[in-house]
């Protein structure tokens, strides 16, 4: 029972000394379930191949037959690390398929959370980015910076990921904190990340590991059509907050940050510059909040049939739900999630690196495997 | 480097003092599901309000509420506030799947029959070695037990440290309902750790499926400690670690 399973492994590249090694889906540290099938002679990797749905739940099963204000429970739970945005465009789909507009208090509610989420998951990737490179002091450093993005949104939400509070329609209720109380703990947060952020680019034993490593050129994003921050790191400027916006994006303008090197470096660099815009429309949005009242929550109509896409940029990149209604019941839920899109594109991100670099270029992605396996 | 170490000394401790210390979750934090009255009767259709099946109501109208199906929605909150309400605390593990259900029964006052790390804990001192298996979580999981290795939890100041080898652990941590692709990994990572060992299921889905599958890992393999929660915050998820190597009482 506890030998290694040799004939599930089906290694393509032959020649003296190659083999193939199964990491994962139990991997050391804590990670999710994947699975990376590496052939390699011992240093280089002439081919990998990523292997998703170990974690596969039948999430999309899972909507059929339940209300919409159930089914944003089940979005949430996608992808966990990115339920607001989840929850956001789950919402969307199901507000365009009823033809009902959410109150702009409500989307501006929402643009606080996912960016929230944003800075939360981008401080993750950063963090594992100096654990891998063994710069274990910016690893504090950036875990401290996320643990307070994520007790904020516990105080603001009730939830450290702030389920439960946005449904088809709206949101459910206010952020529990006054809104001076909300930027003054963001104008703490600001303070910080900038001392950290210039320490960690300072540190040169870490970006000497990053830069030039992991590189995609910009030919591969458009094969593939990666998206999020990878795609970004490449040059290629997508965002869907600012070529379809949506909800408070519509109103916000988003300088879109990008870089063109295509290396693990140019992904944190993404990241830097996406930390720093999050903030800006936090603080414009809290600003629209003060000077705003009105209705968070539009009610569905009576029971009837309909379709329609909703979209958001997750902090992984573009997500889409398409979602079917029939008589007011969820009959089909479709996810694209950004996560599999670049999965597909991990395979190609070693053309020049070997195994040493093999997990700070995996966190450069930055992906979920639940999100991928749905 | 030196200013690196300069930066962190001018933070100052912010390391919880849990569990010398009881740490105080935020106000208006869903912890869990309290029933306001435990002796209330209540019509049948209280039941329809939880996504997951968590309320029941039986033939004589008594209301119970099983904390390990319960997702922490709010839904039975906002529908009847006089009944539900949500508990600000983070310490939600029990040692018996029935003990995470209100008000308690007969049977969750039994001991639960699997404490063999729990006696045995004392020998290995402060020196427990834990580790992970990703079942079908929905990921959140994983940052909040990751979180309990940074500054704030610093979870090995209580003698608690990750392996990779399951082959060294004393304490696995599942999460997710166990999918049917991870079933024979779960099994076998169980089967090659040494005795004495205790299975920490972490999360909703994994002590009962929540609203993801039927079942949680305990169709699979017995479990010691449920830590419920969608997610279950750092500190519920160090409080499960105490109560699996006995340093805390039930």
């Known amino acids: 029972l506890t030998e ?14 190659v083999f193939t090694i199964p990491y994962g889906p139990v991997r050391s540290g804590i990670f999710e379930a994947i699975q990376f099938q590496i052939e390699t002679g011992g240093e280089d990797i002439p081919r990998l191949q990523t292997r ?83 710069l274990y002091v910016g690893q504090a450093r950036f875990q401290i910076l996320k643990e307070q993005i994520v007790r904020l949104r516990a105080r603001l939400t009730g939830s450290r990921f702030a389920r439960g509070v946005i449904c088809p329609g709206g949101v459910r209720r206010d952020g529990a904190l006054s809104l001076d109380e909300l930027l003054g703990a963001i104008d703490a947060f600001e303070r910080d990340l900038r001392r950290d952020r210039r320490l960690f680019t300072a540190t040169a034993s870490m970006t000497d590991r990053l830069v030039g490593s992991g590189r995609l050129p910009r030919s591969l994003i458009e094969q593939y059509s990666a998206v999020g921050p990878v795609a970004r790191g490449s040059g290629v400027s997508t965002d869907a907050r600012h070529e379809r916006p949506y909800g408070d994006y519509q109103r916000l303008g988003l300088q879109v940050a ?17 930390l720093a815009e999050s903030l800006r429309l936090l603080r414009q949005s809290i600003d629209q909040l003060r000077r705003q009242d009105g209705e968070l929550c539009t009610p569905l109509p009576p029971p009837r049939s309909g379709s ?3 979209w958001v940029e997750a902090p992984q990149g573009e997500l889409l739900i398409w979602v079917e209604l029939q008589r007011g019941m969820l009959r089909q839920v479709h996810i694209a999630s950004p996560s599999l899109r670049n999965w597909a594109l991990f395979d190609h991100a070693f053309p020049k690196d070997v195994l040493t670099d093999f997990a700070f270029i995996e966190h450069s992605f930055g992906l979920t495997a639940a999100g991928a396996d749905r | 480097m030196l200013e690196w170490i300069l930066r962190g000394l001018s933070q ?12 105080a979750a935020p106000s208006g934090y869903r912890g869990q599901i309290e029933l306001l009255d435990e002796r209330a009767e209540g019509p049948g259709e209280l039941a329809a309000l939880c996504p997951t099946g968590a309320i029941a109501v039986d033939d ?27 508990e600000q605390r983070y310490e939600t593990a029990a040692r018996s799947r029935q003990a995470l259900i209100v008000p308690p ?60 080898a399951p082959r060294h652990a004393d304490v696995l941590l599942v999460t997710g309902p166990v999918t049917r692709a991870l079933r024979e990994p779960l099994e076998r990572t169980w089967e090659v750790m040494p005795a004495p060992k205790a299975l920490v299921a972490v999360g909703t889905d994994a002590c009962s499926g929540g609203l993801v599958a039927e079942q949680g890992v305990d169709a699979v393999l017995p479990v010691d400690v449920y830590v419920p929660g969608s997610p279950p915050a750092p500190i519920a998820i160090m409080h499960a670690l105490l109560l699996a190597t006995g340093a805390l009482a039930a």
């Open chain 1, 4 to 17: 290694p399973n040799a004939d599930r492994l089906d290694p393509a590249v032959a020649g003296l000394d």
């Open chain 1, 52 to 134: 998703p749905f170990f974690k596969h739940r039948g999430m999309e099963q899972r909507f059929a037959g339940l209300r919409p204000e159930r089914g944003v429970y089940v979005a949430e739970r996608v992808a966990g690390i990115a339920s607001v945005a989840y929850a956001c465009a789950f919402s969307q789909a199901v507000e365009r398929a009823l033809d009902v507009a959410p109150p702009p208090r409500a989307e501006r509610w929402r643009a606080v959370y996912a960016e929230l989420e944003r800075l939360a998951c981008h401080l993750d990737v950063i963090a594992k980015q100096a654990e891998t490179t063994a």
């Open chain 1, 258 to 274: 990008t870089r063109p090197e295509g290396d693990a470096m140019a992904r944190v660099a993404v990241r830097f510059g996406e």
């Open chain 1, 308 to 310: 329609a896409f909703g």
């Open chain 2, 12 to 23: 100052g401790r912010i390391t919880t003092r849990y569990p010398d210390r009881p740490e």
């Open chain 2, 60 to 86: 004589a109208g008594r209301v119970s509420v099983d904390r390990g199906r319960c997702i922490l929605c709010g839904a039975c909150v906002q529908a009847a506030p006089e009944r539900f309400a949500f």
């Open chain 2, 105 to 164: 029964t007969p049977e969750s006052q039994l001991e639960p029959l699997s404490q063999t790390l729990a006696e045995q804990a004392r020998a290995l001192g402060r020196s427990i070695h834990v580790r992970h298996i990703d079942c079908g979580s929905d990921g959140a999981e994983e940052w909040e037990i990751q979180a309990l290795w940074n500054p704030y939890y610093d979870i090995q100041r209580l003698g608690f440290f990750l392996t990779a």
